[in-house]
């Protein structure tokens, strides 16, 4: 009970409200949310971001042997220390991420399991990644209804009893047709046709409705299409972006499922990493908003093709239209507008085109097919 007390009057201080009338507010959002305020907060907890002062955050990433979570605990661990960040995921881990770090295994819909991981570890920082991508969701939608959906009210409602710092990432795909294309503002209509853009809008609407409400510290990137050399996609729709590189090295040859015309926002996997830990560090009183767009660049497979020609001149690229890609990427924007992520806490991007396409011939190998091309 003396854990409720402190955690509603802390939240009082921060809404302007007498503990009284937070503790009833309180009272009636935990309960229209399923949950009693104390039996499962535990006794250390209180929905305020868990100071941890000089010592280093200890961060839990769902979802982690993705694209992008093991990048991310490489990174987090150059930081805060190898120990202090834990990767999960419901999968197992190639030997080289199981000898690089802490994993453990963590499925986001069992709530207990989830909640006993945070606990046992005294996580203060959760990075939330677990999902099922944009073109995968499309083929299963209970599935991803349950993991997008489900698995982000688990998150939320252990977020908010243990003080964690919350981060989701959102996407392009939280947007539809009826939203400004080019460029897209962080503020906007958002009515996608995907259960992938449904789940993403949801996740910005309830975490801000935590933070708001409740004092959760949410935080919340809109990802672009991400392209990395050392990680798989996951099944989204600018997947072709990355397997492009491979092809090109390995064959020379890439049949590519958009039409040449179908201009996406892209991000080098490093200044997506970069942006993450940038915004999950940023001082609370710079955050103008809990939801910011990020840009880099925006291209369409022509103007990519022509990049990497410049670079093997022999490659050879067919378009194989995939339908259902092509009706996602139709209704996505074309360009962000991440004005206010430079603004509030100095969002800049490393890599454009050029950079982009060097890194990745750098790095998967494609320095005898250049030296032949020269
Ligand atoms: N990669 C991109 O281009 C991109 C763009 C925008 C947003 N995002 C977002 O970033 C996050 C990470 O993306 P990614 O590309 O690494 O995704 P990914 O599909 O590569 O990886 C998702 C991981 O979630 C795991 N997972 C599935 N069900 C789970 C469950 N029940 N419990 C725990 N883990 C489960 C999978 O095993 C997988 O390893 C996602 O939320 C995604 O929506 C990614």
């Given at each position: 009970?003396?854990?409720?007390?402190?955690?509603?009057?802390?939240?009082?201080?921060?809404?302007?409200?007498?503990?009284?009338?937070?503790?009833?507010?309180?009272?009636?959002?935990?309960?229209?949310?399923?949950?009693?305020?104390?039996?499962?907060?535990?006794?250390?907890?209180?929905?305020?971001?868990?100071?941890?002062?000089?010592?280093?955050?200890?961060?839990?990433?769902?979802?982690?042997?993705?694209?992008?979570?093991?990048?991310?605990?490489?990174?987090?661990?150059?930081?805060?220390?190898?120990?202090?960040?834990?990767?999960?995921?419901?999968?197992?881990?190639?030997?080289?991420?199981?000898?690089?770090?802490?994993?453990?295994?963590?499925?986001?819909?069992?709530?207990?399991?989830?909640?006993?991981?945070?606990?046992?570890?005294?996580?203060?920082?959760?990075?939330?990644?677990?999902?099922?991508?944009?073109?995968?969701?499309?083929?299963?939608?209970?599935?991803?209804?349950?993991?997008?959906?489900?698995?982000?009210?688990?998150?939320?409602?252990?977020?908010?009893?243990?003080?964690?710092?919350?981060?989701?990432?959102?996407?392009?795909?939280?947007?539809?047709?009826?939203?400004?294309?080019?460029?897209?503002?962080?503020?906007?209509?958002?009515?996608?046709?995907?259960?992938?853009?449904?789940?993403?809008?949801?996740?910005?609407?309830?975490?801000?409705?935590?933070?708001?409400?409740?004092?959760?510290?949410?935080?919340?990137?809109?990802?672009?299409?991400?392209?990395?050399a050392d990680s798989q996609p996951g099944g989204g729709t600018t997947?072709?972006?990355?397997?492009?590189?491979?092809?090109?090295?390995?064959?020379?040859?890439?049949?590519?499922?958009?039409?040449?015309?179908?201009?996406?926002?892209?991000?080098?996997?490093?200044?997506?990493?970069?942006?993450?830990?940038?915004?999950?560090?940023?001082?609370?009183?710079?955050?103008?908003?809990?939801?910011?767009?990020?840009?880099?660049?925006?291209?369409?497979?022509?103007?990519?093709?022509?990049?990497?020609?410049?670079?093997?001149?022999?490659?050879?690229?067919?378009?194989?239209?995939?339908?259902?890609?092509?009706?996602?990427?139709?209704?996505?924007?074309?360009?962000?507008?991440?004005?206010?992520?430079?603004?509030?806490?100095?969002?800049?991007?490393?890599?454009?085109?050029?950079?982009?396409?060097q890194a990745m011939l750098n790095f998967t190998g494609s320095d005898?097919?250049?030296?032949?091309?020269?």
């Amino acid at each position: 009970m003396r854990s409720c007390v402190r955690a509603v009057s802390g939240t009082a201080q921060r809404l302007h409200m007498s503990p009284v009338c937070v503790s009833q507010s309180f009272a009636v959002v935990a309960r229209s949310l399923s949950f009693s305020p104390c039996c499962r907060v535990t006794y250390d907890a209180s929905f305020q971001s868990v100071s941890y002062g000089s010592d280093h955050p200890r961060v839990l990433i769902t979802g982690g042997l993705g694209q992008l979570g093991v990048g991310l605990a490489k990174l987090l661990r150059k930081v805060f220390g190898k120990y202090n960040v834990i990767l999960s995921d419901i999968r197992k881990p190639p030997n080289h991420v199981y000898q690089s770090g802490p994993f453990i295994y963590s499925d986001i819909l069992d709530y207990k399991n989830l909640r006993e991981i945070v606990v046992n570890n005294r996580i203060t920082w959760l990075i939330h990644y677990s999902a099922l991508l944009s073109a995968v969701g499309e083929a299963n939608v209970s599935l991803a209804r349950d993991v997008n959906i489900t698995g982000l009210h688990n998150v939320l409602d252990i977020a908010g009893e243990h003080g964690l710092r919350l981060f989701v990432p959102s996407s392009i795909g939280a947007f539809g047709p009826s939203s400004p294309r080019n460029p897209t503002p962080d503020l906007c209509i958002q009515r996608p046709r995907t259960i992938y853009g449904v789940s993403k809008v949801h996740a910005e609407l309830m975490g801000e409705y935590y933070h708001h409400r409740l004092g959760l510290d949410f935080r919340c990137l809109r990802y672009p299409g991400i392209i990395s050399a050392d990680s798989q996609p996951g099944g989204g729709t600018t997947d072709y972006a990355v397997q492009i590189f491979h092809d090109a090295v390995k064959t020379g040859k890439f049949v590519c499922n958009l039409r040449p015309d179908t201009r996406l926002p892209m991000m080098f996997i490093d200044d997506c990493l970069r942006a993450t830990l940038e915004v999950l560090e940023a001082p609370a009183e710079v955050l103008g908003m809990r939801t910011y767009n990020i840009s880099a660049m925006s291209f369409t497979p022509e103007e990519l093709v022509r990049e990497i020609r410049r670079h093997l001149p022999d490659l050879q690229v067919t378009y194989k239209i995939d339908p259902v890609r092509q009706a996602i990427a139709d209704s996505w924007p074309e360009m962000f507008d991440d004005t206010s992520a430079r603004s509030d806490w100095g969002w800049k991007h490393g890599y454009g085109l050029p950079e982009l396409v060097q890194a990745m011939l750098n790095f998967t190998g494609s320095d005898s097919r250049m030296s032949q091309a020269n």
